[in-house]
């Protein structure tokens, strides 16, 4: 096996601004967790939680058909729900490898189902015009030297890194164009025993323009974060990855799953702060998507349909926090997400430039508006919520998007006008 300290290398380069735009305008993907684990339906963690014997849980595999796994019903479905691009699990902590690897010999191709699952996925994503990302966990319970390595073994450390190597390699020089390198559990070592830097320039080198996320312990392209809808880091390129219920992997009990109206002010406050949401559903044991879970994520489409330029409008830090809930822009127009219905008026405090019209996106209203002091009010909304998801209003304006809200309540405005 080649080793990863004797490589040449070109420099390390993060994706230019070119690369990273269609990411910044994606706003929604999908993510999908399937494995073994979907054939035990106890979640991702069983293997772990559960301390199944290795013997035992390579059976799994014996019955690993994917005789309901159709990449071509995924990507459609994703596409068809606004979506713009996903995210696939190509191996999790459990270590079976969803692809015909040559260096890891549990994998889908020696299973049952003896089919390449990665591929399947790639090309399938690629024919819907979607982007395409693959999940790989760096931690890895099926190999001994994992366990050395995080233990102080040096030489399982860099056996370890060799093997990693070898297999993202095969990753990123087997399917054509991958847009996203999405590592998971990196703890135990640090960036200089992972290879990191030198597994990094390596996936550059196979795939110019990729987007590498912060979990090789690498700062990269962009943050994540894991069921949270705040920023991680500000000033960066983030993505919040949530689960649809409370799971990631397919527990057939878990009914607990979010609606509709939750999904859709989730990504709408998560594009308010610049990041994206990346949504994970669970495929179960035979590869099919949960018609709970398709009737959810069908729904958001239906109204990101109607939404998404409210959705694509950009976030501006000069609009604080408002009752009503999140706000976009996009040049002279602002975007207001009312996730919290006031009624037939609705007032905005400190509103710089003027109102020059409104419309509430995909319902028809005669809404008017009225400049009184440092108060917009906008008249004519319906007296009752119009949409069961989450309502859109949009204004056009005579100047960029600008609130003074600061200036209304401070000490010396105060004392203006409110002379003793």
Not at 205 to 210: L, R, Y
Not at 219 to 225: T, V, W
Not at 364 to 387: C, K, M, S, V, Y
Request: net charge negative; charged share 25%; glycine share 8%.
């Amino acid at each position: 096996m080649e080793s990863v300290r004797n490589t040449e290398l070109r420099p390390d380069a993060l994706a230019s601004e070119r690369d990273r735009a269609w990411f910044q305008e994606a706003r929604y993907g999908l993510f999908l967790h399937w494995g073994l684990y979907s054939i035990l339906g106890r979640g991702e963690w069983a293997r772990n939680r559960e301390q199944i014997p290795a013997d035992e849980y390579h059976t799994l595999a014996d019955r690993f058909t994917g005789a309901g796994f159709n990449a071509r019903d995924w990507a459609a479905f994703a596409a068809a729900s606004g979506m713009r691009y996903a995210v696939l699990t190509t191996k999790h902590h459990d270590g079976f490898c969803l692809w015909n690897s040559k260096v890891c010999a549990f994998n889908s191709v020696s299973s049952a189902a003896k089919r390449d699952f990665v591929a399947e996925f790639v090309e399938a994503f690629r024919a819907e015009g979607l982007r395409v990302g693959l999940y790989y966990s760096l931690g890895d319970w099926d190999q001994p030297d994992w366990s050395r390595a995080v233990h102080g073994d040096v030489a399982a450390q860099v056996r370890f890194a060799e093997t990693t190597r070898a297999m993202v390699e095969e990753l990123v020089t087997q399917y054509g164009k991958i847009d996203v390198m999405w590592y998971d559990l990196p703890q135990g070592l640090s960036a200089a025993q992972w290879r990191a830097k030198e597994l990094n320039a390596m996936v550059r080198q196979h795939q110019p323009g990729i987007l590498i996320n912060n979990r090789s312990m690498l700062a990269e392209d962009f943050s994540i974060s894991e069921q949270n809808s705040n920023s991680p880091h500000m000033g960066r390129m983030w993505e919040a990855c949530m689960t649809l219920n409370e799971s990631w992997a397919y527990v057939d009990g878990d009914k607990d799953f979010k609606t509709p109206r939750q999904v859709a002010r989730t990504l709408a406050k998560i594009s308010s702060n610049g990041g994206n949401l990346l949504l994970n559903v669970g495929p179960d044991a035979a590869g099919r998507i949960p018609d709970e879970s398709r009737q959810i994520v069908e729904r958001v489409g239906a109204w990101l349909e109607t939404n998404r330029e409210a959705i694509e409008a950009k976030p501006v830090d000069r609009l604080p926090f408002n009752l009503w809930g999140s706000t976009l822009a996009a040049e002279n127009r602002m975007y207001l997400f009312l996730e919290r219905y006031f009624g037939s008026e609705l007032h905005i405090g400190g509103l710089v430039p003027n109102v020059t019209d409104a419309k509430l996106l995909g319902y028809p209203a005669n809404l008017t508006w009225e400049r009184r002091g440092d108060q917009t009010i906008i008249r004519g909304l319906p007296a009752d919520d119009p949409d069961d998801i989450l309502t859109v209003l949009r204004l056009d304006l005579d100047g960029t998007p600008d609130q003074e809200i600061s200036r209304v309540i401070s000490g010396a405005d105060i004392m203006a006008r409110f002379p003793d």
